[in-house]
């Protein structure tokens, strides 16, 4: 077997220095009624890179990859083109094959790329400072509530209906769980729900999305004072990181903790994951954070270096009374993102971000003049709602039919709405060429008569 | 660079200003040779550089409402070529299992096939929208599947929730669906809220079950390393939810009461959590089903070989008895009639109605599932249990070959790590955290140190299955030179150390007193600083 280097000699002259008879002497202590003699049932022996490969191929072979047929997905995750030489440089066994920089010595690469992470991402939501990662965009947000209740000391969180469901889903089993109350404001097509309404004296935080699940923008500022009046928190949730290139980032508007699913940077669509949960806030509330972090020290010859830090808050210390559980995070997606982030720069991040917005622009002009499709939102980055005449689940399924990848059918995330069945999320990125564009907009034409 | 202003607090570290392996003593670069020193990629800025060319979007109507097009970020400019050197270098200041040995024990830090990384990138795999009509990802579904199969065999237990996306997040997967199984069964009042944990366990179990609104109640270990079975079962009652056991356990033992605990925990109407980190030593030989346990998380990053990433990604799906198979996170994968679908959300007709409820965004750690099925058929039925076989018999044969210079915490054997505390170094006025850096001198990577808490200044090692007769031996030769070399009084060769690296030991006291956790501006730091 091509990954186990000892030989059969070199194993028996390891038994005899340890003393043993055999291998099976050193499983001594397992009870007799559980030690396993048949083989595993039905796996067949080691195979070459030839056949896995050919397994797994044809496994591949069966999925209709995004990259290969006009695609318009969003919905919290989204198709960017991700530069060469990202995935290159994560392929360096130096950063794939490390753990967690527990020796800061020997770990300065890994620590330095996510000091500079975690500069980056304080620097585009706007905040003072981020951790250096967790799971994912709706994990985050389920981190964040439950930092504003330790913050504010209250147990009631107000979500927004323009929060991702995932995001929300998440949140809420947490609160079952852990122990604190939702209120979740009905889905929220037209931007026109009352937060203020919801809050009282109990709450800790209001959580939004911008742009919202429905691809409204918004300016958060007067909701941000509002929620501060109340002695809550305001989080903000953002699901498409891009638009952070373009939009006033939640931090300028008054945010006291920002997630943001960081996928769209560095990191390809893997039907969902790994991805990378993004997490900043000010610094009075650097304590209360969950998640790893990298501060700057220096060494016993006075130079600069980096350190894991702030780990009194820790599960490995604090155990029960930890501000997370955590301890894995994403390391190797916030490297991607890091250096596709450094890649784009100031220039290329803020124009990836406005060609994003303006080939959203141009697909919803084209989708509004057609018979049956109404574009809903009045604002958006690069994903909108449009209303069709006909379930949006059927519609899509019928352009798949066709080689088209037409968008997310509301309904799939909010299932059992009658009111939203009609309701179609369809997402334009960089990747989109005009073509792609005619084709959706012909098979909607198609599906719809 | 600021680099003054800050007084380090390594009081013991006897720093030799003429040490020729420092930066002090020689380059005008502060250079040496390979071991190139590395700006921030802020301070490489040249305004308006880029390192992508995308087109100029034409002129359009921006349909922003009433959000402002934000000012600058202040995000550095810097061209190809400069960020490939910049992350190059980087990567050179890490220590790797390709580079090395790596014998952190209970990561296990084994070999990462290319193989794996390769698949994970098939387009037909990475490049797969999460909300893709089903009909169009038959393959990526079939996938998990297989994948959970594979999980459910080898562990010879009913169900498997494949969403959690690391090992800490398998634990609350696990403790959630126990809450859930007892609330389902006694009401929702029931105030079986106490948890049991060793004082062995690792952090993140006593964090986890605090998460799931369970109070923490530590049992103590037996003198042979284990937990005491006595001890345990005089805690055991009525207001129990659940033990949360690691078993092969963090001081690398098996557990031999296993089964009698299992029974016990059952009568006293509490479930059976197992932390499921070090199934690497038992895959193929023993199954989790057969010791009695009602859920385990398998880290497919230790067990499967998936890259650790310098700390992730991970993947953490939980296996469940038959009392839990139910209390399941969404989504999930089912087989039917036309194919595999997703059970999204409690309102699917094939939903059971006693699903607790979504974990993550999306469907799981797909990328982690497609080099974890690789792993698994590379290995096939007979590799994995070699797998085992070699991982024990590589920590017996580092514990039989230190023994006698280091002390033993317990009496072997071991199963796949080999637990060693500071006894032997009584007198020498040197530490393991000491130790571990004159390891690091050697060319290692150090052991976990510290971990587990129930011996003091543990020495975790973990070589795993990959290492060679050879690297062990070497390994070995370290190890046993180092301590003579603390026995025979030469203390300031560890205090010292590590030396030639390219930092020395670093200031962690005075990291977290005034935390530094992003790079600002001179501008700004000058502000500041008046
Ligand atoms: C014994 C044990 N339990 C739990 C964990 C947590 O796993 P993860 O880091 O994948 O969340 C670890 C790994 O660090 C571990 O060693």
């Known amino acids: 077997m091509r990954y186990l280097p000892l030989t059969e000699a070199d194993r028996r002259s390891m038994l005899a220095t340890i003393g043993v008879p055999s291998v099976d002497s050193l499983f001594r202590d397992v009870p007799e009624a559980a030690r396993l003699s048949a083989p595993i049932e039905g796996l067949a022996p080691h195979a070459g890179e030839m056949e896995v490969e050919r397994t797994i191929a044809a496994m591949a072979a069966k999925n209709i990859s995004a990259g290969s047929v006009p695609s318009f997905l969003g919905a919290g995750a989204y198709r960017h083109h991700v530069p060469a030489s990202v995935d290159h440089l994560i392929q360096r066994g130096e950063f794939l094959t490390s753990y967690t920089p527990y020796q800061p010595e020997v770990t300065q690469g890994t620590l330095q790329y996510l000091f500079e992470f975690q500069t980056q991402v304080a620097l585009i939501t706007g905040m003072d400072v981020a951790n250096a990662s967790l799971y994912d965009g709706a994990t985050s947000c389920a981190e964040a509530v439950m930092m504003a209740n330790r913050v504010t000391r209250r147990g009631k969180a107000v979500l927004s209906g323009g929060l991702h469901p995932h995001y929300r889903d998440v949140t809420l089993t947490n609160a079952r769980f852990h122990g604190f109350e939702v209120v979740a404001a009905p889905a929220d097509p037209e931007g026109e729900e009352d937060l203020l309404a919801l809050i009282d004296d109990k709450t800790s935080c209001v959580v939004v999305q911008n742009p919202g699940f429905f691809g409204q923008v918004r300016d958060l500022t007067d909701l941000a004072a509002a929620v501060h009046a109340k002695g809550a928190l305001l989080i903000v949730a953002v699901a498409e990181v891009v638009s952070l290139g373009l939009l006033t980032p939640p931090g300028e508007m008054g945010a006291d903790i920002v997630v943001a699913e960081g996928q769209s940077i560095g990191n390809s669509l893997n039907f969902g994951g790994p991805y990378v949960g993004l997490f900043a806030t000010r610094d009075k509330y650097v304590r209360h954070m969950p998640g790893r972090l990298t501060g700057q020290t220096v060494d016993a010859e006075g130079r600069r270096g980096w350190v894991l830090t702030l780990s009194t808050r820790e599960q490995h210390i604090r155990r029960e009374k930890a501000t997370s559980n955590i301890c894995t995070n994403s390391g190797l997606c916030a490297l991607a993102f890091t250096i596709h982030m450094s890649l784009l720069g100031e220039e290329g991040f803020k124009r990836l971000a406005r060609l994003n917005h303006a080939k959203a622009v141009q697909l919803a002009d084209r989708l509004d003049g057609l018979k049956g499709v109404e574009v809903v939102s009045d604002s958006f980055f690069n994903e909108f709602t449009v209303r069709l005449k006909k379930p949006a689940s059927k519609v899509v399924n019928k352009l798949a039919k066709h ?47 | 660079m600021n680099t003054q202003g800050r007084k380090t607090h390594i009081d013991t570290l006897g720093v030799e200003g003429g040490n020729a392996a420092s930066a002090a003593a020689g380059t005008i670069s502060g250079n040496r040779a390979l071991m190139l020193e590395e700006p921030l990629i802020f301070e490489q800025d040249s305004p308006g550089t880029t390192g992508v060319d995308l087109p100029e979007p034409p002129t359009f109507k921006p349909r922003l409402g009433k959000v402002r097009e934000r000012g600058t970020i202040g995000l550095p400019g810097l061209s190809e070529p400069e960020v490939i050197r910049h992350y190059t270098r980087l990567s050179q ?101 106490r948890v049991l944990v060793p004082e062995s366990a690792h952090g993140t179990n006593p964090a986890t079950a605090a998460a799931c ?176 076989s070699d991982a024990v018999l590589n920590a017996n044969y580092v514990m039989a070959s230190l023994k006698d210079v280091m002390t033993a915490s317990f009496e072997g054997p071991c199963m796949h790590e080999a637990l060693f505390d500071d006894r032997f170094l009584k007198g020498t006025g040197v530490t393991t955290l000491d130790f571990a850096k004159a390891m690091i001198d050697e060319g290692y990577h150090p052991m976990t140190m510290y971990f587990p808490l129930v011996v003091h200044g543990a020495f975790l090692i973990e070589p795993t299955e990959t290492e060679s007769k050879q690297s062990l031996d070497a390994f070995i030769r370290v190890m046993r030179g180092l301590a003579e070399r603390a026995r025979s009084g030469d203390a300031e060769h560890f205090l010292g150390a590590p030396r030639m690296t390219p930092r020395r030991r670093l200031d962690e006291t005075g990291a977290a007193r005034k935390p530094v956790l992003r790079w600002v501006p001179e501008v700004s730091q000058a502000e500041a600083a008046e």
């Open chain 2, 93 to 193: 200041k890490n220590f790797a299992i390709d580079s090395g040995l790596y014998p952190l024990g209970s990561c296990t830090m084994k070999h990462n096939p290319r193989l794996n990384e390769k698949l994970a990138r098939l387009p037909g795999l990475s490049d797969i929208h999460p909300m893709q009509p089903e009909r169009t990802v038959q393959g990526a579904l079939e996938l998990i599947d297989t994948l959970a199969h594979w999980l459910k065999t080898l562990t010879g237990m009913p169900a498997v929730a494949m969403s959690p996306a690391a090992g800490a997040h398998g634990e609350l997967c696990g403790m959630a669906a126990i809450r859930a199984a007892i609330e389902d069964r006694d009401g929702s009042t029931s105030h079986r809220r």
């Open chain 2, 213 to 388: 609104g369970f109070t923490v109640d530590a049992i103590p270990a037996d003198a042979t390393g284990r937990v005491d079975l006595e001890a345990l079962k005089a805690k055991l009652g009525d207001d129990v939810a659940a033990i949360m056991l690691t078993n092969p356990n963090t001081c690398g033992l098996f557990e031999r009461d296993i089964i009698e605990i299992a029974d016990a925990v059952h009568k006293a109407g509490a479930f059976f959590y197992c932390d499921g980190a070090n199934f690497n030593a038992i895959v193929g030989r023993v199954r989790p089903a057969d010791l009695g346990i009602d859920a385990m998380h398998i880290n497919l990053h230790k067990t499967f070989s998936t890259p650790h990433g310098g700390g992730g990604p991970g993947s953490g799906p939980v296996v469940l008895s038959e009392a839990l198979a139910k209390f399941v996170p969404l989504p999930y994968v089912v087989h039917g009639e036309d194919g595999f679908s997703l059970v999204e959300s409690g309102e699917d007709d094939q939903a059971n109605g006693k699903e607790f409820g979504r974990l993550k965004g999306f469907h799981g750690q797909m990328g982690m599932f497609v080099r974890a099925l690789a792993y698994i058929l590379s290995h096939g039925a007979d590799g994995l249990r070699q797998v085992a």
């Open chain 1, 403 to 449: 080689g088209i990848l037409g968008g997310v059918p509301v309904s799939r995330l909010h299932p059992g709405d009658e009111a939203l069945a009609d309701l179609l999320l369809v997402t334009a990125t960089e990747t989109n060429t005009d073509a792609d564009m005619e084709a959706l907009a012909h098979g909607l034409k198609e599906a719809l008569s």
